[in-house]
């Protein structure tokens, strides 16, 4: 667990407390760098990144304030979502249980059709995922977010809804804490479980650079997109970079820059 990660900007200045979270096998240090800042300025917008370079035992955010903030995760807690469905038996395969498609006609046409686990997550499709947390039901979601500690384990507003406009909040030191957890296997459930999400999570090469994400987007169900998330890790010949970002996308076109933000700030930080 990384201790105070509401308080990413003094953090900043004394560095991160050693946790179990990141490595531990030397300090972490922590960097301010203002300067990726400028992406979110230059495509009209605003927000935060947060990047963790493994070998380097290095956190660097792009300011001393957002970074620290929780917000609702959107459709980033797909990925909690499936390890706990996975865990849990409610899905057995994530290429073989198939989620049959509702008839309901929605306005995101990849959502209307039947579904395994890896290609719902692919297309991000809320209704699906809904569908997965009512089969893990309450107490067993509880049970889970507890052991993870995944940002402040509310799980109130709706068993299928909490995530999307009820009660749950994780900040982007969270968000890297959580999937750097994933990546090492270190989670308290089963490896094979870890693996499994590890493996469907999208996959974007640039270069000679392989980024696994899992992309979030408050409102998007009603087409009226607010916020935006880029959550995953890089993996660049033997280096890894877990990040992840958030931003106001108030305009269609910002939906489009999360990636391109995420690259862009990767790309600054030496992991492209």
């Known amino acids: ?22 490595a531990d096998v030397a300090p972490q240090r922590s960097e301010i760098r203002e300067g990726l800042a400028k992406h979110f300025l230059d495509a009209g917008t605003a927000g935060t990144f947060v990047g963790y370079k493994v070998d380097d035992y290095l956190v660097i955010a792009s300011d001393r304030n957002r970074s620290g903030e929780a917000k609702l995760p959107a459709s980033t807690f797909k990925i909690a979502n499936s390890l706990i469905a996975l865990e849990t038996g409610v899905v057995a395969d994530p290429d073989k249980d198939v989620f049959k498609w509702d008839g309901v006609v929605r306005s995101i046409e990849a959502w209307n059709r039947d579904h395994t686990m890896r290609s719902a997550i692919a297309a991000s499709a809320v ?8 089969r893990i039901g309450a107490e067993r979601m509880q049970k889970y977010l507890d052991l993870l500690e995944y940002g402040n384990r509310d799980i109130g507003g709706g068993i299928d809804r909490f995530w999307l406009t009820g009660n749950l909040r994780i900040d982007p030191v969270q968000q890297v804490d959580f999937v750097d957890r994933l990546r090492r296997g270190a989670l308290p459930v089963s490896k094979r479980c870890q693996d499994q999400v590890a493996d469907i ?21 009603r087409g009226q997109p607010s916020l935006g998330w880029m959550v995953g890790w890089a993996e660049k010949s033997d280096a890894r970079t877990v990040f992840a970002l958030n931003m106001d996308c108030p305009e269609p076109r ?15 930080i030496g992991a492209l």
Do not use: W
Request: with cysteine.
């Open 1 to 22: 667990m990384i201790h105070r990660r509401h308080a990413l900007g003094l953090l900043a200045a004394a560095g991160f407390l050693p946790s179990r979270a990141f």
């Open 254 to 268: 910002h939906i489009a820059d999360r990636m391109n933000i995420t690259q862009q700030c990767l790309a600054d």
């Open 127 to 134: 209704p699906v995922y809904q569908e997965i947390a009512r």
């Open 201 to 221: 999570l999208p996959v974007t090469k640039v270069g000679d650079t392989v980024i696994r994400a899992k992309s979030g987007l408050l409102g998007a169900e």
